[in-house]
């Protein structure tokens, strides 16, 4: 899907947001700049959190938010082996009442739970983005029909042509 300015990147997240139910692990990929902090805080704002509070937890590692759910924001950028992964207590929050949104998921490896909604961002111009999304898992699966079925473009009909 394409992102066309940065609003429509945090509409998107607040979209996904309103279809998360708890247990959903969500894998953001993207170079710097990508927008991968904007779409998570368009995901509290989806979960009813404060969305103001997101930033991108690069120092600490992971930010809480408390919303409809639980919200629990990590960034990777920082980690050095995947094997510290380990130590960031991260599958805690795989609970089945809590959202884990995962910045610099590839730092993570193989230690990335198998059901896990991917997000994968890539620059298109200075304002747009390239969102490619992808199910692991049932539980992943069943997210994106959830996002599908939400999609703005779903119900519009097709423009008329005039002759």
Sequence with gaps: ???RS?????RF???????LRGGEVLALYGELGAGKTLLVRGLASGLQAAAD?????????INEYAGRLR???ADLYRLDEPTAIEQLGLWDYADGRSVLAIEWAE?????????RLEIRMTHRNPRARQ???SATGPIAQRLLRR?????PHRNRRPARSRR
């Design 6 to 10: 940065p609003a429509e990147t945090e």
């Design 71 to 73: 919200l629990a924001h």
């Design 107 to 115: 730092k993570a490896g193989a230690a990335l739970p198998p059901d």
């Design 1 to 3: 899907m394409a992102s």
């Design 53 to 61: 509070q997101v930033s991108s937890p690069t120092f600490v590692l």
């Design 131 to 133: 969102l490619a999304l």
């Design 147 to 151: 996002v599908r079925n939400r999609s």
């Design 13 to 19: 997240g607040r979209r996904l947001g309103a279809a």
